[in-house]
């Protein structure tokens, strides 16, 4: 089973923030947070991953909280090409172990 | 680099067929994964493997065959197709850091 747990669907306006949540509270030490994004029926694309610092790349920012139970996914600037459904999933980071997907978010970026 | 490539792009079998479905990836990745999407779902991991020589199960192995012979190839055989195999199916393969590069899919139909 997913470890993970992340809201159905969300919208966001085109130009603003958006702010995907994710739930992990039986993460363990080693487990790093991953996050991917399907555009379309796309083969996912890996975005950002973080243990418990927070990341940032040219795609995102990755806000994970001090007690690692839950982390954000933040798009800064919303585009509609950022409609998508997003994944975020906690695998080991140290070594090789099953890569289980849960449903995910189905991202809406309104114009 | 091309990636993870898969073929067939499209494929439509009759019942009781059998098929391989193709993936290589030329980045030297060890652990490589198979995915099935069924439309308007998630994710479902079929088969994994570690290195060549090594495979094992996911969530819905059943129906399905892997094999490792190189680090670059890992075919998924389906045995005898049936309508319930109608999907999309995704090869990974897993970089240093564990993130996973997905190929363009195989879109497959059991009538």
């Known amino acids: 089973d997913a470890k993970t747990t992340q809201p159905p669907s969300m919208d966001c306006a085109e130009g603003r923030a958006a702010n995907l949540p994710c739930n992990h509270s039986?993460?363990?030490?080693?487990?790093?947070v991953y996050w991917y994004r399907q555009i379309h029926s796309q083969g996912p694309q890996y975005i950002i991953h973080?243990?418990?610092n927070n990341e940032t790349n040219e795609m995102a920012s990755l806000i994970i909280t001090e007690d690692r139970k839950s982390s954000t996914l933040i798009l800064p600037h919303a585009t509609l090409r950022d409609t998508a459904v997003y994944y975020c999933?906690?695998?080991?980071?140290?070594?090789?172990?099953?890569?289980?997907f849960g449903p995910g978010t189905s991202l809406s970026v309104i114009p | 680099n091309a990636g993870v490539t898969q073929t067939p792009k499209f494929q439509v079998l009759k019942t009781g067929q059998s098929m391989t479905l193709q993936c290589a990836q030329d980045?030297?990745?060890?652990?490589m994964s198979w995915y099935r999407q069924d439309p308007g779902m998630g994710l479902r991991l079929i088969h994994y493997?570690?290195?060549?020589?090594?495979?094992d199960q996911g969530e819905v192995p059943n129906g399905y065959n892997v094999s490792r012979s190189t680090t670059e190839d890992f075919p998924l055989r389906l045995l005898s197709a049936a309508p319930s195999q109608t999907s999309v199916y995704f090869c990974?393969?897993?970089?240093?850091?564990?993130?996973?590069?997905f190929g363009p899919g195989t879109r497959l139909t059991v009538t």
């Open positions: 999933i906690v695998i080991s980071g140290t070594s090789y172990d099953k890569v289980i």
């Open positions: 039986t993460i363990s030490g080693n487990e790093y």
């Open positions: 973080g243990l418990k």
């Open positions: 980045m030297n990745h060890e652990y």
């Open positions: 493997s570690v290195g060549a020589g090594i495979t």
């Open positions: 990974a393969s897993q970089g240093q850091s564990f993130e996973q590069y």
